[in-house]
């Protein structure tokens, strides 16, 4: 019995191990059918068996069907109130298509374009407010989208479009403020923006967005314009006239450019005027203010720097008036510059020179020489100017300089008597300074000679010359011109001294009515005839420290009043002159007095006591080169040998 269950079970055994092999081989159960298959069959079989009970589902199947379910249900009211959201919107009722949106929107919070539809009916009732909340909620659902930003910009332009429209301007400041940060390449935004500035009186921030702008902007004609009413508000002319001018440059045809031109230079056309009223009636301080406003309003005319730079002139305001000429000199040009180039260049060549006669009179001598250096270097064919420059030599004693320029006036003008008298002048302060060396006394006399010669109606020159010949023992050269001189100046109290010197003895009265002072009064009159200082020869008893009358014209006088201000002015008038020699003369006088009454007294008030003699040492003092000193015994020896 056991021995048939051990085979019963081997065969099994093999039987097993022989269906194995054959479902590897797949010769046995050809037909084989998947897992998702014998589900399915299962499914079905359970199906017949129990019909249609859910009690043996699994209870992850249940809760996939439940969602299912409810999502469906959800969509379907969604799609339902989208439906009647659309259907107000055509029917233009945005206070139900709100409505319907807002439910639809509860029911599907993450739908881009139900937002997007609610903030267009929010829109269109102009609750601004909500629409941008809504198209801000749609912009961070969907970030990369440009159009939800540009409507945005959009709805705060509204926004501030109606509040500035209401008058509330701040509130549409900062409505635009919003849609210029989120479009700011959008230029009426700015415009809108610069317009609330412009309502509420902030102009200078006005002012600051325009310039802003601007720099973005280089080449658009009304932002200029915009700039030049701005700084016109300012009384900012001169930048306004310059931005009117850069928008005609860019667009010339633009009418609010070339009106705004045509005002600024109209003003200051009528500034000018007035200006040059007030300049003829001699109140230069209100002509000055005239005529900056006038060059406020056009910077670029260039009579207007000229006529303002010959007020500062006349004001002798010398550094403002050159910088205004080398302005003029610097924009004129052209065949219509060329005029005013040369009005420039003369009117600058007469600061040059005012400023160094300025100079001149208060002692300035080097820096009045560079002046002159400069107006020379500008006009080498002006007399006045060699003229001046040599005074400032004459000033600085530098006399043989002073000779040079005066020469080099002469060759320009022969005629012109200033410049005799200057050399008589130079002539004789060279004289001066020889005899008072006191060797060099020939030299002297041809100093005081050429003086006399270029100006032989000054009495000191003759006293002088006669001291000269007086050192030199020119008794007869001496008397000669001793006489002279007291003959064109009987006053002279310097020369009678040296007359009773001369012609001891005799009086004043009788030297004069002799036959030397015959002769002396028929020299002196052909001299003056020569040089042609006085109508009436004859006559010496005219002061000659005084000016020529008035009928004698110098050179340095002005053919009329008209020509005043455009001539050249000297150093030293043929007034001063008189006046240099009259004050050398005092100078000289001045130092004999003082010699004079200054000097020592030779009596003497101290002590008459001598002096104790010093007593003799009772040893002579060591000779360290003598090495033994011998004692003397001379006076011992002549008492013996008595």
Not at 560 to 579: F, K, M, Q, V
Request: net charge negative.
């Amino acid at each position: 019995m056991g021995d048939q269950m051990d085979l019963a079970t081997e065969g099994g055994r093999k039987e097993g191990s022989r269906a194995t092999e054959e479902v590897s081989d797949g010769s046995m159960f050809s037909t084989a059918v998947s897992e998702e298959q014998l589900e399915e069959a299962r499914e079905k079989s359970r199906r017949r068996l129990f019909g249609s009970s859910r009690i043996f589902e699994l209870e992850e199947d249940k809760k996939d069907r439940l969602e299912l379910c409810g999502r469906s249900i959800i969509e379907l009211r969604a799609a339902e109130h989208y439906g009647r959201g659309v259907e107000a919107v055509s029917k233009a009722d945005w206070e139900r298509a709100v409505h319907f949106f807002t439910k639809t929107i509860n029911l599907q919070p993450q739908q881009t374009r139900l937002y997007v539809c609610r903030a267009e009916a929010y829109l269109q009732l102009c609750d601004f407010q909500s629409a941008a909340l809504n198209y801000r909620k749609a912009s961070a659902l969907e970030p990369q989208s440009e159009a939800f930003r540009l409507r945005l910009a959009f709805i705060f332009y509204l926004q501030g479009q109606c509040l500035f429209d209401h008058g509330r301007h701040l509130d549409a400041l900062e409505s635009f403020a919003k849609a210029t940060e989120l479009r700011p390449d959008y230029r009426p935004y700015h415009m809108r923006s610069l317009a609330c500035l412009a309502a509420i009186g902030r102009h200078s921030d006005c002012l600051r967005l325009v310039s802003k702008r601007r720099e973005t902007e280089m080449d658009d004609p009304e932002l200029y314009i915009l700039s030049a009413r701005l700084h016109k508000h300012f009384n900012q002319l001169t930048i306004c006239y310059h931005d009117v001018k850069a928008a005609l440059a860019l667009a010339p045809g633009i009418p609010e450019g070339r009106s705004l031109l045509m005002e600024l230079e109209g003003s200051a056309e009528q500034a000018r005027s007035l200006a040059l009223s007030r300049a003829v009636a001699g109140n230069l301080q209100e002509a000055l203010q005239k005529i900056n406003t006038a060059l406020e309003n056009n910077p670029e005319e260039v009579q207007y720097y000229l006529f303002r730079g010959t007020l500062y002139r006349r004001l002798k305001d010398f550094n403002t008036a050159i910088d205004d000429f080398i302005l003029a000199l610097d924009r004129s040009g052209g065949e219509e510059g060329r005029s005013v180039q040369a009005e420039a260049q003369r009117q600058l060549l007469l600061t040059y020179n005012d400023f160094a006669v300025h100079c001149f009179t208060r002692g300035f001598y080097e820096e009045a020489v560079m002046l002159l250096n400069k107006a020379i270097r500008m006009e080498k064919r002006e007399k006045g100017l060699y003229i001046n420059r040599g005074d400032c030599f004459f000033k600085q004693r530098e006399l043989e300089f002073a000779l040079a320029d005066y020469q080099q006036a002469e060759e320009l003008d022969p005629l012109d008597r200033s410049i005799k008298i200057r050399y008589a002048v130079v002539y004789s302060t060279m004289g001066q300074r020889d005899y008072e060396s006191g060797s060099k006394y020939i030299e002297a006399l041809e100093n005081f000679s050429r003086a006399i010669q270029y100006n032989p109606g000054v009495s000191q020159y003759y006293e002088y010359r006669a001291k000269a010949r007086q050192k030199l023992h020119e008794e007869h050269g001496a008397r000669q011109d001793i006489i002279m001189s007291l003959l064109l100046d009987p006053s002279n109290d310097q020369a009678v001294p040296l007359l009773s010197r001369l012609y001891p003895g005799c009086t004043v009265t009788d030297i004069l009515s002799s036959e030397a002072g015959e002769m002396a009064k028929m020299k002196l009159d052909v001299s003056l005839q020569a040089c042609g200082l006085y109508e009436d020869p004859s006559s010496f008893k005219r002061d000659s420290h005084k000016p020529p009358p008035k009928h004698e014209k110098s050179s340095e006088e002005p053919a009329d009043a008209a020509d005043t201000e455009n001539r050249i002015a000297p150093c030293i008038g043929d007034t001063d002159l008189y006046h240099e020699i009259m004050r050398s003369k005092i100078k000289i006088n001045r130092a004999v007095k003082c010699a004079l009454q200054e000097r020592c007294s030779l009596r003497s008030d101290g002590p008459r006591v001598s002096a104790l003699a010093r007593p003799a040492s009772a040893e002579p003092p060591q000779d360290a080169d003598r090495p033994y000193r011998w004692k003397k015994f001379n006076t011992a020896i002549g008492l013996q040998f008595r």
